[in-house]
Structures are given as structure tokens and as C-alpha cells.
């Protein structure tokens, strides 16, 4: 069974405007943290934010939240204000606990283009 | 500086000439993975390694063998490749716990010919 769905494959943006990617995951583990990295034409990987199973809140990380919803096994980020340089893959992620080995599972991930 | 180093950027080879990838940390991580990037399917793990001498398949083992003789240094060896492994490949390593988040190297484009 698919870990991390993204459902969006491409999406278009206003610069300045913002954008929400969707993400679900799946696990039965108690334990576990979310995180978002940003795959430039470039290719590297790169982070963005993270969030903890146990957090109460949202995490944010300067123009990007991630909105976290646990009963709905979801964690959508946000990104606010777009700008040109955020064209990029975006991919989803998941590290179980320790009943996992701490495994990392990927997203497909989406496509983001900013149009000015 | 903290670094993951993967080489090399670029290979291609022809198929059943083995070949290895290497990977090197300097941050002393316990945790080393590699994965593969195909479009539409995202990053697939191939194996992990938990710790010197600790070893084991990710979702996508078949073809690939690994080694973790060093803390630092986890080589990903293709034995002999075939066409359906032409793909990118990110080595990518961090400290154990779910809260951790892995530093990737800079990626290996593989062509299988």
C-alpha cells in the first residue's frame, strides 16, 4: 500500500499569490514526522519543514506551513507569496519510528510552476 | 562542511559491466540510504543501513547490493546493471529517530545502454 499519496502531479501559480500541495500518508506507528523537500531543476533535495506526530501545532518555516491534520492522515503545505524561484518538484515525506527502523517514505511528488 | 558526497554526477555504462556508486558523510550520521528517482513514481528506497555493519532492503532491493564496512562511506554496487536501472540515484544519511531529517548528496544520473 501507497505510504505517502500526492494527488497533484502539476500546478500553476500566480506569483505572489499562495499554493497548497495535498499529501495523506498512511501508518499504523504511533511515531512518526513529516516533512516536506523542494527538488529545483538543479536536482538537489532539499528541506523544508517538518512535523512531529506528537506537535499540537502547525509547523511553519518562513513562507511555508504545513497544515496538519491527524485524524484526516494529512499534511498539506502552504506556500505563501510565491515567487519564481519556488518553481520546483515538490515531494512529501514520511520517518516512522523505531517499529520501522525509522524508514523514509516519498511522495510521487508535484510539479509546481510560478508564472510571473 | 557537512556534506554528502556521491559519486560520480554522471555514469553511463553498458549493461552487465558492474559498476559502484559511492557515498561518503562527514557528520558522524548512524543512518545511510539509497534511493531511486524515477519520474511519476517519486524517490523509491533501495537499502538502508541502521549502523556499521547493519543492513536491509528498502522497497526496491532487487539488482542492487550495499556495503557499510565504515560509518561514513556506504557504496551502492550494481552487480550487473540492466537498462531498467537507468534512473537518479540519491544517497542520503542522518541521525536515527523520526525527527530526523536526512541530508541528501547531489544525486548520480545512471544511463544503462
Given at each position: ?93 514520511m520517518r516512522e ?17 510560478v508564472r510571473a | 562542511?557537512?556534506?554528502?558526497t556521491q559519486n ?106
Amino acid at each position: 500500500a501507497q505510504k505517502i499519496t500526492q494527488t497533484q502531479p502539476g500546478m500553476f501559480v500566480q506569483e505572489k499569490e499562495a499554493v497548497t500541495l495535498d499529501c495523506t500518508y498512511d501508518t499504523s506507528d504511533p511515531s512518526y514526522g513529516l516533512f516536506w523537500y523542494k527538488q529545483p531543476s538543479s536536482g538537489e533535495m532539499i528541506f523544508l519543514i517538518y512535523q512531529g506526530s506528537y506537535d499540537q501545532q502547525n509547523a511553519t518555516e518562513g513562507r511555508y506551513s504545513l497544515n496538519f491534520q491527524k485524524a484526516r492522515k494529512s499534511a498539506n503545505l502552504v506556500i505563501s507569496a510565491s515567487q519564481l524561484g519556488d518553481s520546483a518538484m515538490y515531494f512529501c515525506a514520511m520517518r516512522e519510528g523505531l517499529t520501522n527502523d525509522y524508514k523514509l517514505s516519498f511522495g510521487a511528488g508535484t510539479t509546481v510552476t510560478v508564472r510571473a | 562542511e557537512a556534506q554528502v558526497t556521491q559519486n560520480p554526477r554522471y555514469l553511463i555504462t553498458v549493461t552487465g559491466k558492474k559498476l559502484t556508486v559511492t557515498c561518503s558523510q562527514n557528520m558522524n550520521h548512524e543512518y545511510m540510504s539509497w534511493y531511486r528517482q524515477d519520474p511519476g513514481l517519486g524517490l523509491r528506497q533501495i537499502y538502508y543501513s541502521m549502523n556499521v555493519e547493519v543492513t536491509d532492503k528498502g522497497d526496491v532491493p532487487e539488482g542492487y547490493k550495499v556495503s557499510r564496512k565504515e560509518k561514513r562511506n556506504f557504496p551502492l554496487i550494481l552487480e550487473s546493471p540492466s537498462p531498467n536501472q537507468t534512473s537518479l540515484y540519491f544517497c542520503a544519511s542522518s541521525l536515527r529517530g523520526e525527527g530526523e531529517k536526512l541530508f541528501f548528496g547531489s544525486g548520480t544520473q545512471l544511463s544503462v545502454l
